[in-house]
């Protein structure tokens, strides 16, 4: 069974300093990776993506993948209260397929 | 991102009626649409994968008769939850797939049924 693991938190990090969230995946097919941010009774919002080794940066968010490692990761930067929500971390195999989520990692940026 | 809507946003009902809820994709044409269920402080459930023209393929303890989904077009899908009761009091959300395997979600629906 595909899986997708994530520390469910609190991570509690200070207001301007860097988050940290990572994700592990159990299938090596899997091909696509995303970040979602979820406030609390809303839907998920997508962040970003990322399909090849290495990081992709967008703006304070910048997410690290590490095929080999079969691992994930978030960074955000210059964190800010309004950052506070639960982050899914997403996995699939391919363009056409379901998603695979984690349970997601709370996170709280105390001022 | 894509726009993904949802009608209603929220709705009460009494047990043993259906209550249909609506997914539409706004500025893009999806093939394939997903609803999920989400109870409170507990993740997302996938309850079904809904392609445009044919059958909804249903996740493992879904029952299909009471949960109907429709992808009648390229921008509609509809999930109908029928004969409601308590226990599917929840929150629902579509998305919709897009190029590159993304999901955009839709604001969800909270449906309570009394």
């Known amino acids: 069974q595909k899986e997708v693991e994530q520390n469910s938190g609190p991570l509690s990090v200070p207001e301007g300093a860097i988050a940290s969230l990572n994700c592990t995946y159990s299938?090596?097919?899997?091909?696509?990776f995303f970040w979602y941010r979820q406030y609390s009774g809303k839907s998920p919002e997508l962040i970003m993506f990322i399909y090849s080794n290495g990081d992709k940066e967008d703006g304070r968010f910048t997410a690290q993948l590490n095929k080999a490692s079969q691992y994930v990761s978030l960074l955000i930067r210059d964190s800010q209260p309004s950052d506070s929500a639960t982050y899914l971390c997403?996995?699939?195999?391919?363009?056409?397929?379901?998603?695979?989520f984690g349970s997601g990692t709370r996170l709280s940026i105390r001022p | 991102g894509a726009v993904v809507s949802q009608h209603p946003s929220w709705v009460i009902c009494k047990s043993g009626t259906s209550v249909k809820i609506e997914c539409r994709s706004l500025d893009f044409q999806a093939t394939t649409m997903f609803w999920y269920r989400q109870f409170p402080k507990q993740s997302l459930m996938l309850m079904a994968t809904s392609n445009e023209g044919s059958k909804a393929t249903y996740e493992q303890g879904v029952e299909k008769d009471k949960f109907l989904i429709n992808h009648a077009s390229l921008t509609l899908s509809t999930l109908t939850v029928t004969s409601a009761h308590p226990e599917d009091s929840s929150f629902y959300i579509c998305s919709a797939s897009g190029r590159a395997g993304e999901q955009f979600f839709g604001p969800g629906t909270r449906l309570t049924v009394l």
């Open positions: 299938d090596r097919g899997s091909q696509s």
């Open positions: 997403a996995v699939s195999y391919s363009s056409a397929s379901k998603i695979i």
